[in-house]
């Protein structure tokens, strides 16, 4: 096998959001801006399935396949159209494979276009590789669309890749169908890599507007999953990639060797049995956030005095904006005499007085008073 050229990377800069939940996570009473749905236990999942408890304590604990155990990519593949399991590629969570990714396919000098605002590392890890990158944005006063006229006109001979994340961190938009087939075909007849997050996909409060993956449209794409944020399993560390480009796929492959080698046995086993019983999960999972929102709505229209409020598409989370007042302050003051976590805009570098509200936990409507009372 020939060498793999990795770019000399630069350094990175501290993840906001991350260093952000680091300080809180794990001291603050309520955290109204998590990203991910409610989670399970152990014995919640092993309770979808008889003798499904027994299986974990047979569970062989040695290496498991790098590209991911078999049995695991086989219900990957499931969620797909037209993806084999050979074209699922398994990683420790989204994260790794979002590094990968970027390593795999960009160089220094590339050119990389990124939807923005955007989970850090979409942009931060294109940049520390010496790429030049190019924020599309998605603006307020368009409900946070993102308009297509915009991306031509930013396409470049030496674009290699554009990046896109839908449903959205952290807006809660979902492209329209139109422009996400319109978006694949451009990529495809530009020969672009679309790398394609979709690691919020399932959670469309109409699953009529459900899109396709990329993967399964765009021979090129990349589409990025996850069993951490839908399914509500951060703690499993199981994400994957599934593309039909077999290029992309050998890449990231051979850098996965100087990573993670191969995921964790028994996250594999628990992700597979989430995975067989996925509609259950996301159904459930749905009923929350269907409920929270109801709530929101309620919420942000006897607050209108005070917020502006973008309903979301899809997803367990919104980025509404504080009329008056500096963001950060409120939120660092609400945290602090309240006990209850929302994200500052900041975190995304977003000057906007935005923050995100996240809406899938069940202890979502006591924060949702607490805020109320600390308005007062
Ligand atoms: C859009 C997006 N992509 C990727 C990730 C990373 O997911 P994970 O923590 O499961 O690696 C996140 C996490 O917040 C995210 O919001």
Not at 25 to 34: I, R, V
Not at 268 to 291: K, P
Not at 345 to 371: C, T
């Amino acid at each position: 096998m020939s060498l793999i050229e990795v770019p000399n990377p630069m350094p990175l800069p501290p993840f906001k959001l991350e260093r952000y939940f680091a300080r809180y996570e794990f001291s603050a009473q309520y955290l109204l801006c998590s990203s991910d749905c409610e989670s399970w236990t152990v014995a919640d999942l092993l309770a979808l399935e008889p003798g499904a408890d027994e299986g974990l304590k047979r569970h062989w604990l040695g290496y498991t396949e790098s590209t991911g155990a078999p049995s695991l990519r086989a219900e990957i593949s499931r969620i797909y159209r037209g993806i084999a399991p050979e074209q699922a590629l398994v990683h420790s969570g989204a994260e790794e494979a979002i590094f990968l990714f970027m390593h795999a396919v960009l160089q220094p000098g590339d050119h990389a276009i990124v939807h923005w605002p955007c989970y850090q590392s979409l942009f931060e890890v294109a940049k520390s590789l010496g790429c030049d990158v190019s924020f599309w944005e998605a603006r307020a006063e368009n409900g946070w669309a993102l308009d297509l006229d915009d991306l031509k006109r930013m396409l470049r001979p030496d674009t290699r890749a554009v990046v896109v994340n839908t449903p959205h961190n952290p807006t809660g938009y979902l492209m329209p169908r139109p422009d996400f087939l319109a978006l694949n075909n451009l990529c495809r007849e530009r020969g672009i890599i679309l790398f394609s997050d979709e690691v919020y996909r399932e959670l469309e409060y109409d699953p009529a507007d459900r899109l396709p993956s990329a993967c399964e449209i765009n021979p090129g794409a990349v589409s990025l999953g996850v069993m951490s944020k839908s399914y509500g399993l951060a703690g499993l560390r199981i994400g994957w990639i599934a593309t039909r480009n077999a290029d992309i796929y050998a890449r990231m492959a051979a850098l996965k060797d100087y990573t993670t080698i191969c995921s964790s046995a028994p996250s594999e086993y628990l992700a597979e049995l989430a995975l067989r019983h996925r509609e259950r999960i996301i159904g459930r999972n749905m009923e929350i956030i269907r409920a929270n929102l109801a709530r929101l709505n309620a919420f942000f229209a006897a607050h209108a005095d005070r917020f502006a409020w973008t309903r979301p598409h899809a997803g367990p989370i919104a980025f509404p904006r504080l009329l008056d007042g500096d963001v950060e302050t409120f939120c660092d003051e609400l945290v602090h005499e309240s006990g209850v976590l929302l994200l500052p805009g900041a975190m995304y570098d977003h000057p906007g007085n935005h923050f995100r509200i996240g809406f899938a936990r069940r202890n979502m409507p006591e924060a949702l008073a607490r805020l109320e009372e600390f308005l007062k």
